[in-house]
T-cell receptor, first 110, second 114 residues
């Protein structure tokens, strides 16, 4: 069935340290893996995405890696800042619809 | 319009009443999605419309939930005989083609069933 497992559910890191969020999906036909950030009281916003024909993509302090064989993908945030505090959702496409993970609440300690 | 518009922003209703939630996607976007987000939880997929194709209704939680999209634009999500567990934020999103691209979300409708 359609499912994506996301870990951890909560993550607290010291400002300036790195944060890693990991996801595992079930649909082997998936080829599109976006990540959304939702700040408190706001709508989700796309921060980065990756397609199955690449293994890694980077945009400034954010990077995503994809292992299609293992059906794993991860989000890496380096040099974390207070504005990185939010809930992060990994997603994958299944028959064109986008399925969301359960989310990771990231807190940045000053 | 400039973005995805949802109305109403807040809806309080009594248990057993029917409600209609509206979504006006970005002009020209052929794909439209409805999600439900309970407090502090993830986004639960409800239904997906793509152009003139039959909608993917696989996420609707019960037959009390239905949705339609008229003229390939505005969509209405209807919940009949509302229950307290229906209380949540209902989010609508649209994308240009629905083939692996950015979703643009509306600000949601906060539904409270008393």
């Amino acid at each position: 069935g359609e499912n994506v497992e996301q870990h951890p559910s909560t993550l607290s890191v010291q400002e300036g340290d790195s944060a890693v969020i990991k996801c595992t999906y079930s649909d082997s036909a998936s080829n599109y893996f976006p990540w959304y950030k939702q700040e408190l009281g706001k709508r989700p916003q796309l921060i980065i995405d990756i397609r199955s024909n690449v293994g890694e993509k980077k945009d400034q302090r954010i990077a995503v890696t994809l292992n299609k064989t293992a059906k794993h993908f991860s989000l890496h945030i380096t040099e974390t800042q207070p504005e990185d505090s939010a809930v992060y959702f990994c997603c994958y496409s299944s028959a064109s619809k986008i399925i969301f993970g359960s989310g990771t609440r990231l807190s940045i300690r000053p | 319009g400039a973005g995805v518009s949802q109305s109403p922003s807040n809806k309080v209703t009594e248990k057993g009443k029917d409600v209609e939630l509206r979504c006006d996607p970005i002009s020209g976007h052929t794909a439209l999605y409805w999600y439900r987000q309970s407090l502090g939880q993830g986004l639960e997929f409800l239904i997906y419309f793509q152009g003139n194709s039959a909608p993917d209704k696989s996420g609707l939680p019960s037959d009390r939930f239905s949705a339609e999209r008229t003229g390939g634009s505005v969509s209405t999500l209807t919940i009949q005989r509302t229950q307290q567990e229906d209380s949540a934020v209902y989010l609508c999103a649209s994308s240009l083609t629905g083939k692996g691209e950015k979703l643009f979300f509306g600000s949601g409708t906060q539904l409270s069933v008393l």
